[in-house]
């Protein structure tokens, strides 16, 4: 792609450009998730093997059950590890093929294993400070909701039609306020989305990675909310459709009382490969979240255009300007 196309993108323009960088560089971003998607395959089958021992013998004791959230556990701290990696390394395949450069599967990863625990850290500090609003979004809807049931049971209590209403009203209320508490906690969240991008290609620390991406996405989250929604729902689909054969296949066992050992492996091949080729989408859109962001407040596309016109052309595989 032309470094001459950099502007600012609205959002039919950036999922358009998210899908032309994953059309024309399949191969290298399918490549950058089959690792991660990989690393998945033992912990899919073991969680399968164990699904169909309760099926046939009945539920796993106290021992079995706690050696299976120790693995779920270590298992879920090595993913992420791999996953965070795998976000790094795209990220920068996403910024050379943007920006007109070449890049390889083994040059992404090789670019980002300096910044392992800087990345690790950001995911982390992210990960907590969104739990945390999560928790302070689910109390405050609960204490919204516990407030409505009270005056459901205050007006309900002399029963007839007006009563019935005012239930129907409340619990419409009800559902509304959760609705709004999941919306405000997802957009709260995206003020971390390009946190990644700025760590890697403007090389800063963990909290200023973190600032950075604060200050970029502030009035554009509404729009990077509904991009993200998108692809992601697209990257679902992907996997489903992979994987909806042996769902179905698995539903038929079920009710025969016997789940076949080579359904194991198949179910966890078949999400693999579904989340290498479906779960690049997803990143690209942050990456070029993070450029058009950088466009609109900051005039990145004339910095980059100056910075080629002052600069000699970089060499094959050379990193490029952030």
């Given at each position: 792609?032309?470094?001459?196309e950099?502007?600012?993108l609205?959002?039919?323009?950036?999922?358009?450009?998210?899908?032309?960088?994953?059309?024309?560089?399949?191969w290298?971003?399918?490549?950058?998730?089959?690792i991660?998607?990989a690393?998945?395959?033992p912990?899919t089958?073991?969680?399968?093997?164990?699904?169909?021992?309760?099926?046939?013998?009945?539920?796993?004791?106290?021992k079995?059950?706690?050696?299976?959230?120790?693995f779920?556990?270590?298992?879920?701290?090595?993913?992420?590890?791999?996953?965070?990696?795998?976000?790094?390394?795209a990220?920068?395949?996403v910024?050379?093929?943007y920006l007109g450069?070449?890049?390889?599967?083994?040059?992404?990863?090789?670019?980002?294993?300096g910044?392992?625990?800087?990345?690790l850290?950001?995911?982390?500090?992210?990960?907590?400070?969104?739990?945390?609003?999560?928790?302070?979004?689910?109390?405050?809807?609960g204490?919204?909701?516990?407030?409505?049931?009270a005056?459901i049971?205050?007006?309900?209590?002399?029963g007839?039609?007006?009563?019935?209403?005012?239930?129907?009203?409340?619990?419409?209320?009800?559902?509304?306020?959760?609705?709004?508490?999941?919306?405000?906690w997802?957009w709260w969240?995206?003020?971390?989305?390009?946190?990644?991008?700025a760590?890697l290609?403007?090389?800063?620390?963990?909290?200023?990675?973190?600032?950075?991406?604060?200050?970029?996405?502030?009035?554009?989250r509404?729009?990077?909310?509904?991009?993200?929604?998108?692809?992601?729902?697209?990257?679902?689909?992907?996997?489903?459709?992979?994987q909806?054969?042996?769902?179905?296949?698995?539903?038929?066992?079920?009710r025969?009382?016997?789940?076949?050992?080579?359904?194991?492996y198949?179910?966890?091949m078949s999400?693999?490969?579904?989340?290498a080729?479906?779960?690049?989408?997803?990143?690209?859109?942050?990456?070029?979240s993070?450029y058009?962001?950088?466009?609109?407040?900051?005039?990145?596309?004339?910095?980059f255009?100056?910075?080629?016109?002052?600069?000699p052309?970089?060499a094959?595989g050379?990193?490029?300007?952030?």
């Amino acid at each position: 792609m032309d470094a001459t196309e950099l502007r600012p993108l609205a959002l039919g323009e950036l999922l358009d450009r998210t899908f032309r960088l994953y059309r024309n560089h399949f191969w290298l971003f399918a490549g950058i998730m089959a690792i991660p998607s990989a690393v998945s395959i033992p912990f899919t089958v073991y969680i399968f093997s164990m699904q169909g021992s309760s099926l046939t013998g009945g539920p796993p004791g106290p021992k079995a059950a706690i050696g299976l959230v120790l693995f779920a556990l270590i298992f879920l701290c090595f993913f992420w590890a791999v996953y965070s990696m795998a976000i790094g390394a795209a990220t920068y395949a996403v910024s050379e093929a943007y920006l007109g450069q070449t890049v390889t599967v083994r040059a992404a990863y090789g670019k980002v294993r300096g910044s392992f625990w800087r990345i690790l850290g950001v995911v982390a500090i992210g990960l907590l400070r969104a739990i945390g609003m999560s928790l302070l979004v689910a109390t405050g809807t609960g204490i919204v909701v516990v407030i409505l049931f009270a005056a459901i049971g205050a007006l309900g209590r002399g029963g007839g039609q007006p009563g019935i209403i005012v239930g129907i009203l409340l619990g419409l209320v009800i559902g509304l306020a959760y609705l709004i508490g999941i919306g405000f906690w997802l957009w709260w969240s995206l003020r971390y989305a390009v946190s990644i991008p700025a760590l890697l290609l403007e090389k800063l620390g963990v909290l200023a990675a973190l600032r950075r991406s604060v200050h970029l996405t502030k009035g554009r989250r509404w729009q990077m909310l509904v991009a993200l929604f998108l692809c992601w729902v697209i990257a679902y689909v992907g996997v489903i459709v992979f994987q909806g054969p042996f769902f179905i296949t698995m539903m038929i066992s079920v009710r025969s009382g016997h789940l076949p050992e080579w359904l194991a492996y198949a179910w966890a091949m078949s999400g693999a490969v579904g989340g290498a080729i479906t779960g690049p989408i997803l990143l690209i859109a942050l990456a070029l979240s993070y450029y058009d962001t950088r466009i609109r407040k900051e005039a990145f596309d004339l910095q980059f255009m100056m910075s080629s016109l002052d600069q000699p052309a970089p060499a094959p595989g050379a990193g490029s300007p952030a």
